[in-house]
């Protein structure tokens, strides 16, 4: 089945800098890939998501790339504040199911 | 508002006791999804239903049986409860049996005691 890997586990970034997460899959055939952010105690919300046939999409501060050959996708969120807080899940669409990386939780200081 | 229904929202009960937690996937969506989420830890994949049928099932313990009934709607029977069994947990659903966009519900909190 689908492995995905997501590193780094914590980040703490000071207000206004970048912050990127980077996560890697196994199965080839996954062809969908979203991102998730989730609050203390709230339910995960989708906050962009990249197909296979797309290389890079972009939402205001935040962006996804993927490199379908290396098989790993990027989260950048640039211009960080305070209220990115939160952990942050990638996602690979693979055989039947959606596999959720294990989290990144993001600190951003004031 | 996903437009994904859980309840009950919170619920404690005893360990060895048994619960139900109930979903109404988004109007439209025939795939559910049952997740396990831990103080602290990252999202466990439990099963998925595709119009009523198990399309995947993930690291659920043979205590846990979920369905989706014939109005799309899926419950998560818990039994012989335990103390780790406390989390909370999410269901989330999507149009696509292969889980194209998956939306959330606001999840149930199990406390077992």
């Known amino acids: 089945g689908e492995n995905v890997e997501q590193h780094p586990s914590t980040l703490s970034v000071q207000e206004g800098d970048s912050a990127v997460i980077k996560c890697t899959y196994s199965?080839?055939?996954?062809?969908?890939f979203p991102w998730y952010k989730q609050e203390l105690g709230k339910r995960p919300q989708l906050i962009i998501d990249i197909r296979s046939n797309v290389g890079e999409k972009k939402d205001q501060r935040i962006a996804v790339t993927l490199n379908k050959t290396a098989k790993h996708f990027s989260l950048h969120i640039t211009e960080t504040q305070p209220e990115d807080s939160a952990v942050y899940f990638c996602?690979?669409?693979?055989?039947?199911?959606?596999?959720f990386g294990t989290g990144t939780k993001l600190q951003v200081i004031p | 508002d996903s437009g994904v229904t859980q309840t009950p929202k919170h619920l404690i009960t005893a360990t060895g006791q048994r619960v139900t937690l109930r979903c109404s996937p988004r109007s439209g969506d025939l795939s559910v999804y049952w997740y396990q989420q831990s103080l602290d830890q990252g999202l466990q994949f439990l099963i998925q239903?595709?119009?009523?049928?198990?399309?995947a099932k993930g690291n659920i313990l043979e205590r846990f049986s979920a369905q989706q009934f014939p109005d799309l709607h899926s419950e998560l029977n818990l039994s012989s409860l335990e103390l780790g069994d406390s989390a909370l947990y999410f269901c989330?659903?999507?149009?696509?049996?292969?889980?194209?966009?998956?939306?959330f519900g606001e999840g149930s909190w199990l406390t077992v005691v």
């Open positions: 239903y595709y119009n009523g049928e198990e399309r």
């Open positions: 989330a659903s999507s149009v696509e049996g292969d889980g194209n966009t998956i939306y």
């Open positions: 199965d080839s055939a996954s062809n969908y």
């Open positions: 996602a690979a669409r693979g055989y039947q199911k959606v596999t």
